[in-house]
């Protein structure tokens, strides 16, 4: 018996073979299969209440997905034609993708704050870092700080043809009920903006895809002034709801670090490490008021937010490269 085919191996590898033969006498493909699975990663990512929870997931479908591989390597005669039960494209990038450089938080005990930063500075500690800053006052010379609220982007996008604009372009009803931007818009009454005790929570976020909105808030707006030079800002993402809970803790699928200025209230971001990075770094957490701007790498840092009691929470980002 050859050496790496040790008996654990060989159960192993027969209980995959007899799950996938099952799987195509009950008129599945393999398609088909990586999307119920991906199905059910996704659920899980947007449900799970702690990461530890989420480490057991990782690292179980690691290791399948792992034994799947080397099953195939080591008996490429015998599958040579045979695909493997779970198609890796089918898989969330936060499974699938490298491990991340635990150096980016291992020494980080709160989110490193700053009342100024200069562009050089900035470039070398956390542009492409991964590391995360919060910077106070940044945008102290932004209109958008008197001039736009909640009732000013709701008129400005429902006198646009908002349908179309945002037909191709991401919203994010989180734990409320709205099905589009434009049902947000419509069903969020200024009862609903009531900040008392006891009043509804609701919180939505969303790109912009309108030129003429980007217009109108880029002329409220900056490019942050510690961005490098030649760095350039992409879709303006907006975030707006009343105290509670924000956005639950999630991971985003971007390719670029991104920052995120409060426009109005107060709202405290909770960052976590991914799994890997558990045994050396920790949660921190840090608050963002009006002027302030947090830069983080979101599809490197699991993170969620908190609305304040006070205000309503404004807030404008985009990625940066």
């Known amino acids: 018996m050859n050496a790496d085919k040790t008996p654990a ?7 995959l073979k007899n799950l996938r033969q099952q ?16 199905n059910c990663i996704e659920r899980f990512d947007v449900q799970k209440s702690n990461s530890n929870c989420l480490l057991i997931c990782l690292v179980g479908v690691g290791i399948a997905v792992a034994l799947c591989g080397v099953a195939l390597n080591s008996i490429q005669s015998s599958l040579h034609h045979e695909p493997c039960l779970i198609n890796k494209d089918t898989l969330p990038p936060s499974l ?15 989110i490193p704050l700053y009342d100024a930063i ?9 542009a492409y870092t991964n590391r995360p800053a919060l910077i106070r006052n940044a945008i102290q010379n932004w209109t958008a700080l008197t001039q736009l609220d909640f009732n000013y982007l709701k008129e400005m996008y429902l006198s646009s043809n908002i349908d179309d604009i945002q037909e191709n372009c991401a919203f994010f009803a989180y734990r409320t009920d709205f099905l589009s931007l434009k049902d947000a818009f419509e069903s969020i009454t200024p009862e609903m903006q009531n900040l008392e005790d006891g009043a509804p929570n609701w919180y939505i976020g969303w790109s912009n895809c309108d030129e ?12 942050p002034y510690f961005l490098p030079e030649r760095s350039v800002c992409y879709s303006t993402w907006i975030f707006v709801g ?30 976590t490490p991914p ?16 002027g302030d701007i947090i830069v983080v790498n979101t599809n490197q840092w699991y993170h969620s937010t908190l609305v304040h009691k006070g205000s309503i929470s404004l ?7």
């Open 9 to 15: 191996f060989l159960k192993l590898e027969t209980k």
């Open 23 to 38: 799987a195509i006498k009950d008129d599945f493909n393999p398609d088909q299969i990586g999307e119920t699975f991906y």
């Open 96 to 110: 699938i993708g490298p491990i991340t450089d635990c150096s980016m938080c291992e020494d980080l005990l709160s």
């Open 118 to 126: 200069t562009k050089e500075e900035f470039e070398m500690r956390h």
């Open 212 to 223: 003429h909105i980007r217009t109108m808030i880029k002329q409220m707006t900056q490019k």
């Open 242 to 271: 009343t105290p509670g809970i924000g956005a639950g803790i999630h991971i985003d699928s971007v390719e670029l670090p991104s920052w995120q200025a409060q426009i109005m209230g107060s709202k405290t971001w909770t960052l």
């Open 275 to 290: 799994p890997e990075c558990e045994n050396v770094c920790q949660t921190i957490s840090a608050t963002l008021n009006p």
């Open 315 to 321: 807030s404008i980002g985009s990625e940066y490269d």
